[in-house]
């Protein structure tokens, strides 16, 4: 099958290759040359596992190509996907349709055949209804392209994965020539065994927000029991493990630390929110809105413990570890990370932070912090060590030898992820979120003395 890509972002770009993977003709599309360069190359624009194996095996097969040319594009494609971004308005909650709807115009105006074109980007519900009437009243008479939707479900970091073997695929379609299509282009991935579901277009929209809103829901609720736990000296860890052992609860996505962040979880809730005010169902998603708020505090909390520890914040020179919004991307898009990096410099901290991947991309959204490419470097004379994003690089850094750089071995953990007893052998006293604390310290939450290793070294009995 000829298919065209618009947008070539973390979706676009994936989606693009995984088609050619399929055995398709693909062309991606882009406005913005500094994407389309590299991705013509085989090159992929941003970290994402297993993707350069991928682009590059398209371009060289020949079945993938990249232009910046929308009539190439068109002319190309006899199914155009509709990829590109429904970010939040700057003035409000609500999606910005202005991309979408200026990719279905520009493809209408364009077209010389009957074609299907079918939306992926995440969108408030009734989006695809009217994308369809733009296209009806943009594209020559009697043309018959139609509109079909198709929302995408991937997880940054298993973007490949997602897009060759998904756990779904949902079909919102008004006709069956257009599932006919789907169908085929599909056929691959379907040949599997991957459940299909056809459905109205209104429905295949709601799938991909109601399925984000419950995930940020269950981080919520666990961030949610975290604070309970803090208040309690109740363990938050044991209390997911034990409701997770429950089949109907399950385990997964109940990790409570730091929150959600990226380009979807968050947007996405807000703009199924300010939909449904619009349809008169403030109240329906009411919860949304707390699960919103108990996300943002949790970035609070890491703040204010370290101020607790810390006593006066100005001066003290804390590692951030991790500035990407989850391990295995370089995305800095609404990162918990860095928006707790950027809380602890307004509050007068000097702070360094670490990340694997993510450096160039934190540096242009936060110019404001240093940053270190060395964990050794980032934590020399550090005051506090604080653990943002769960990469395994930081599951395997040796606490005594990073024990040896800092200033004090004092600990945040802020996504409960590092082994707590391997670091508090070494002299760490470690605070978690929604945990009791643990090390030679761990009773002392309130401006520690200084400085803490030294004094943990020679205290260690006693205070124990
Ligand atoms: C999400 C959805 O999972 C995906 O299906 C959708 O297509 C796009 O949005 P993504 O944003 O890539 O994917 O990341 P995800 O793995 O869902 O994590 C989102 C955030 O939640 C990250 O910041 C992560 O660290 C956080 N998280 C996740 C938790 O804080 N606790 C958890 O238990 C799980």
Redesign the pocket.
């Known amino acids: 099958m000829r298919i065209s890509v618009y947008g070539t972002g973390y979706l676009g770009a994936v989606h693009a290759a995984g088609l050619a993977a399929m055995g398709h003709e693909v062309v991606g599309m882009d406005v913005d040359p500094m994407r389309i360069g590299p991705l013509e190359r085989g090159e992929a624009p941003f970290f994402e596992p297993g993707l350069p194996e991928l682009l590059s095996r398209g371009v060289e097969s020949g079945r993938l190509r990249f232009t910046t040319s929308i009539d190439t594009a068109v002319e190309f494609g006899d199914v155009h996907f509709v990829c590109v971004g429904t970010p939040q308005l700057r003035d409000g909650n609500g999606a910005d349709l202005r991309y979408v709807e200026a990719v279905v115009r520009d493809i209408a105006e364009r077209l010389d055949r009957s074609v299907l074109v079918v939306g992926k980007s995440t969108v408030p519900v009734g989006t695809a209804r009217q994308l369809a009437g733009l296209l009806h009243d943009h594209a020559r008479p009697g043309l018959g392209a139609r509109l079909a939707w198709n929302p ?6 298993f973007a490949v994965e997602d897009t060759l073997r998904p756990d779904r695929l949902v079909f919102g379609v008004e006709d069956s020539p257009s599932e006919e299509i789907l169908r085929d282009l599909y056929r691959p991935v379907l040949q599997t065994g991957v459940p299909c579901y056809v459905t109205d277009l209104e429905t295949s929209e709601l799938v991909k927000v109601a ?2 809103s419950f ?1 940020a829901m269950k ?1 919520s609720f666990i961030n949610a029991m975290a604070e309970v736990c803090e208040q309690v000296d109740g363990d938050v860890v044991t209390l997911a493990d034990a409701i997770g052992e429950d089949a109907r609860i399950g385990r997964r ?3 409570a ?1 730091v ?7 968050g947007k996405d809730i807000r703009a199924f929110q300010a939909r449904g005010a619009e349809l008169g169902l403030a109240d329906s998603l009411a919860f949304l809105a707390e699960a919103d708020r108990v996300n943002d505090r949790r970035r609070d909390r890491v703040v204010d413990l370290a101020s607790s520890l810390l006593g006066e914040l100005a001066g003290r020179r804390i590692t951030v570890l991790g500035a990407s ?2 391990p295995d991307s370089d995305d800095v898009r609404d990162s ?1 990370a860095l928006a707790v990096a950027r809380r602890l410099h307004a509050a007068g901290a000097q702070v360094v932070v670490h990340d694997p991947e993510s450096i160039s991309n934190a540096r242009q959204a936060a110019p404001e912090l240093s940053y270190e490419h060395d964990v050794e470097v980032a934590a020399r004379g550090a005051d506090l060590v604080v653990h943002l994003t769960e990469w395994r690089q930081y599951g395997a850094l040796d606490p005594r030898e990073l024990g040896e750089v800092v200033s004090q071995r004092l600990l945040i953990d802020g996504r409960n992820a590092l082994d707590r007893d391997a670091w508090s052998a070494a002299g760490w006293t470690c605070h978690s979120l929604g945990r009791p604390s643990v090390g030679p310290w761990a009773g002392v939450t309130s401006a520690v003395p200084f400085p803490l290793s030294a004094a943990a070294d020679s205290n260690k009995e006693e205070v124990a």
């Open positions: 995408e479900f991937l997880r940054e970091g399925a984000n995930l981080i996505f109940l990790n630390g929150g959600f962040g990226g380009g979807c979880l919004f989850k918990p």
